[in-house]
């Protein structure tokens, strides 16, 4: 049962830095997308993917990068780390993009210092 | 765009007592309100939803009500107990739309 899987857990950059967060999902859903949460703001979606191959920006997407190649893996690029990129990332995947209930990871706490 | 308002953003009720979170949304052609509840450290994981053709929905001691007239829904909680302390987030989306539209978030404490 490990549904939508995130790492890491936890990452400290500096500024400048890149990386890329992971997530696989193993339920076969069409649907993946990356949100960010940030105090007092909910969460807000940065990139989204309808299926392999197709990606499409968000509400917050500057300074990401998504790519999808398989159905089961959505990982998020960050270029050049900046300082307001310190946030809890959440990867999410869905059967479709609307209507249907979305399944969460358990979220990448990233600093950027 | 969707605009989702949540409030209250803290809520602190006594055990046993009832829980009410109330949303607005902006968009009449929004059609579907998800709830969700997010425990310390975790993911938010759905525990109720609602669609524009229903009035309201049960779920044992959770139930939802929208009305579309005054584009807003509510989350009850009924006979709180302290494991129902979490952030709660509610959240819309509308035909053709490619995302959730979340709230900003009420954080529940049940006091024992």
């Known amino acids: 049962n490990a549904g939508v899987t995130q790492t890491p857990k936890f990452q400290v950059l500096k500024t400048g830095q890149s990386m890329t967060l992971q997530c696989a999902q193993d339920?076969?859903?069409?649907?993946m997308s990356w949100y960010r949460q940030d105090p007092g703001m909910g969460l807000r979606l940065i990139h989204y993917?309808?299926?392999?191959?197709?990606?499409d920006q968000g509400e917050v997407p500057n300074g990401y990068n998504v790519s999808r190649s398989t159905t089961e893996d959505f990982p998020l690029r960050l270029l050049s780390a900046a300082p307001s990129q310190t946030s809890v990332y959440f990867c999410?995947?869905?059967?479709?993009?609307?209507?249907?209930?979305?399944?969460f990871g358990q979220g990448t706490r990233l600093t950027v210092v | 765009g969707e605009n989702v308002e949540q409030h209250p953003s803290t809520l602190s009720v006594q055990e046993g007592d009832s829980a009410v979170i109330k949303c607005t949304y902006s968009?009449?052609?929004?059609?579907?309100f998800p709830w969700y509840k997010q425990e310390l450290g975790k993911g938010p994981q759905l525990i109720i939803d609602i669609r524009s053709n229903v009035g309201e929905k049960k779920d044992q001691r959770i139930a939802v009500t929208l009305n579309k007239t005054a584009k807003h829904f509510s989350l009850h909680i009924t006979e709180t107990q302290p494991e129902d302390s979490a952030v709660y987030f509610c959240a819309a989306t509308y035909p053709g739309g490619n995302q959730f539209y979340f709230g900003t978030g009420t954080s529940l404490t049940v006091i024992p």
């Open positions: 339920m076969n859903h069409e649907y």
């Open positions: 968009d009449s052609a929004s059609n579907y």
């Open positions: 993917s309808v299926g392999a191959g197709i990606t």
């Open positions: 999410a995947s869905s059967w479709g993009d609307r209507e249907t209930e979305a399944f």
